[in-house]
Every structure is written in C-alpha cells, then in structure tokens.
C-alpha cells in the first residue's frame, strides 16, 4: 500500500446534507480545488501545497477504526477529490474495511464533476457548478445531483443538470457498467447556500412545486458539529 494524498482533516461525524443526512460518516477532506466558488465554505482547501501529504496506509487504518467505531461509510469530499486519482486509495479503503468490517465500507464521493472519474466509488454525488459545468461521465454517473441556490438562476441550471444526466445515462453506457449500481435517474436535491434567505425561499418554493425536487440543508451547521 504505498502513494499518499494532500488531506486537510479527517474526523468522523454525521453526513449533514443530501440522500444519506443523518448517517454515521468518516470524511476525508482531500486538499487541492481549481473550481473556485466564491461561496465555498473550505477556501482553505484549494492550495494543496498548505496541507500535509497523508500516507495511504495512515487513511485506510483511520478509516477501518471509523469503521469499527460505527461509521456506515467513508466520504471523499474537499476541496475536489477528482482532481487526484483516487483509484489506489478506494483500492486501500476497501482492502482495510474489507478485513476490519466484514467487507468493505461503502465509499462516498462528493464532487463538482469537472475532473475524470477515477475509482470505484459505491455512491456519487454530484454538485454541478454554473460557472464550471460538469463532464458527461459524471452526470452518467452520479446517484445523487445536488445544486446550491443563491439566485433564480440556479434552479434552472438545476432543471437543466437534471435534464442532461437523464440524457447522459441514454447515452453512455460505459459509466453504467463501470459503476453497475448506478441508478436510472439520480435523486435531485436543493440545497440553499449557507445563510441566504433568498436561496431559502427560492429552494423550498421550488421544491413545493416540482416534487420530483427535495430539500438538501446543511443540519451539521445548524448543529454546530463538523
């Protein structure tokens, strides 16, 4: 097991936002991130050059402790975790859990979708940026499509991400087999972001009026805890 990544932290928590809020998570916040948006909440994370270079072997046993601690999988967040080849670590998540867990921990990816898919990672969400807009593969990919609010025009790039990973499921077949629990159409989510009563209002309003929609908030803010 050899290779290491730049990470920002680890810590085990709950998932705060989207399909699985509530659940018990491990997180591994990888550091380097060129999206660049300008409400992101973990600025701190884009320099990758300001973060520690984290062995492999150190982030499987973390991980495998999380595990025997009661985490119910391991979430790649950042920063954007595609903008490194993530193959060997999930190749490491799953030899560690798969010993210590009586098989292995589910694995969590949480990206913007601008970078190549890398890994087997057993759930995708997807949180597409205006300004950066995502590759096919991932819009193919993802479980789960997650867009923040701020401004009217979020919710129709949300209605037209929505649009395009129903048409990019038609079309390419090698993310369905590569991933093969990949779902028909991933669940939609808004999210609004952090303190904007507009994206509030615009977000809840949409939601009750396209139940096809639902309501992603932060609760891990709202709780204070990481």
Request: aromatic share 6%; hydrophobic share 35%.
């Amino acid at each position: 097991m050899t290779g290491n990544l730049p990470v920002v932290e680890t810590f085990h928590s709950l998932q705060g936002e989207g399909a699985h809020v509530g659940r018990s998570a491990f997180f591994i916040r990888l550091a380097g991130c060129d999206v660049g948006c300008s409400w992101c909440d973990t600025k701190h994370s884009w320099n990758s050059r300001n973060h520690p270079q984290i062995t492999l072997e150190q982030l499987a046993e973390e991980t495998a402790t999380a595990a025997k601690d009661g985490a119910a999988f391991v979430v790649l967040t950042g920063g954007e975790p595609l903008q490194h080849n993530i193959a060997p670590l999930c190749e490491a998540l799953h030899r560690a859990t798969e010993t210590n867990h009586g098989g292995p921990l589910a694995i969590h990816l949480e990206t913007s979708g601008v970078n190549q898919l890398s890994g087997v990672p057993t759930w995708i969400t997807l949180s597409p940026k205006r300004h950066a807009p995502p590759r096919t593969d991932l819009l193919a990919a993802c479980h789960e499509l997650k867009v923040v609010v701020h401004e009217t025009d979020d919710l129709n790039f949300a209605e037209d991400m929505a649009k395009a990973a129903l048409e990019a499921r038609k079309n390419d077949n090698a993310s369905q087999s590569r991933l093969s629990n990949t779902s028909k159409e991933p669940l939609l989510f808004l999210q609004p972001g952090w303190k904007t009563t507009r994206g509030q209002q615009l977000a809840f309003e949409h939601v009750q009026s396209h139940p096809h929609w639902r309501l992603s908030m932060q609760t891990h803010k709202w709780l204070g805890i990481r």
